[in-house]
């Protein structure tokens, strides 16, 4: 998808969806919970548009499962599912590394190969999360786009309101800490500024091998991979 530039031109306005916007929300609420059910026990989460309910043609769906799980049993668990590709990624040197499943151009399966900090797990809630239970029962969930807009959901569609200038009442709409609303108006208005300067991991792992083995081979060769895996309790 083409990269979304912040927003900060109008305070609150309300979107109000046609039935072509609904239908896309619920065929790709269905989609995902036919993997989120493949991966239940495993407490699946889907974030961003698609827990938020404002999508489009082309959103992505985006599925996490919140803890460090074994590779193996997330992959046992989606055995007989296609899979286009397999993983490994990091933002920063100094963020989570993750595993991701990329079932098709849209779905992803994102899990954790360090054990996450608080503040790691609360950037899925500033985005919108929610739980099977919720895919299933229609739940739409407030959370913050690209554009650092905060969407609320209503029956009709969603209010939308800027991020900028309210931190406080934004991090108490979605449960965060101010610290993380703070941090993430910061990076995404600089990345607005200077555009976005790449990821620092995001390599493929072969099909014979495992995330774990992946992982250890990359942090063989690279300090911050490694001195971030041995702060995490090792792989």
Same mark, same amino acid.
């Given at each position: 998808?083409?990269?979304?530039?912040?927003v900060?031109v109008?305070?609150?306005? &309300?979107?109000?969806?046609?039935?072509?916007?609904?239908?896309?929300?619920?065929?790709?609420?269905?989609?995902? $919970?036919?993997?989120?059910?493949?991966?239940?026990? /495993? #407490?699946?989460?889907?974030?961003?548009?698609?827990?938020?309910? #404002?999508v489009?043609?082309?959103?992505?769906?985006? %599925?996490?499962?919140?803890?460090?799980?074994?590779?193996?049993?997330?992959?046992?668990?989606?055995?007989?599912?296609?899979?286009?590709a397999?993983?490994?990624?990091?933002?920063?040197?100094?963020?989570?590394?993750?595993?991701?499943?990329?079932?098709?151009?849209?779905?992803?399966?994102?899990?954790f190969?360090?054990?996450?900090t #608080?503040?790691?797990?609360? /950037?899925?809630?500033?985005?919108?999360m929610?739980?099977?239970?919720?895919?299933?029962?229609?739940?739409?969930?407030?959370? !913050?786009?690209?554009? $650092?807009? $905060? %969407?609320?959901?209503?029956?009709?569609?969603?209010?939308?309101? &800027?991020?900028?200038?309210?931190?406080?009442e934004?991090?108490?709409?979605?449960?965060?800490?101010?610290?993380?609303?703070?941090?993430? !108006?910061?990076?995404?208005?600089?990345? +607005?500024?200077?555009g976005?300067?790449?990821?620092?991991?995001?390599?493929?792992?072969? #099909?014979?091998?495992? /995330? &774990?083995?992946?992982?250890?081979?990359?942090?063989?060769? +690279?300090?911050? %991979?490694?001195?971030?895996?041995?702060?995490?309790?090792?792989?």
């Open positions: 998808m083409p990269r979304e530039k912040v900060r109008w305070d609150e306005r &309300e979107i109000v969806y046609p039935p072509k916007r609904w239908r896309y929300l619920w065929e790709k609420r269905e989609k995902a $919970l036919q993997i989120m059910e493949r991966l239940a026990q /495993f #407490d699946p989460h889907v974030y961003g548009s698609v827990a938020r309910g #404002d489009r043609k082309d959103s992505d769906i985006d %599925i996490v499962i919140p803890y460090k799980v074994p590779s193996y049993l997330i992959e046992l668990a989606l055995e007989g599912i296609p899979i286009q397999r993983r490994i990624v990091m933002a920063t040197p100094w963020h989570l590394i993750k595993g991701h499943i990329e079932i098709d151009e849209e779905t992803t399966v994102t899990f190969l360090t054990n996450p #608080d503040k790691e797990l609360e /950037f899925y809630k500033w985005g919108g929610v739980d099977i239970w919720g895919v299933k029962t229609k739940q739409r969930v407030p959370g !913050v786009n690209k554009k $650092l807009i $905060l %969407i609320i959901p209503t029956e009709k569609g969603h209010i939308e309101r &800027e991020v900028v200038g309210r931190e406080s934004v991090a108490k709409i979605l449960g965060v800490s101010v610290e993380l609303v703070k941090e993430r !108006v910061h990076i995404l208005t600089r990345r +607005d500024a200077i976005r300067t790449g990821i620092y991991l995001n390599e493929e792992v072969p #099909d014979w091998m495992s /995330f &774990e083995e992946a992982l250890k081979m990359i942090a063989d060769r +690279d300090p911050n %991979i490694r001195r971030k895996v041995r702060e995490s309790g090792g792989i």
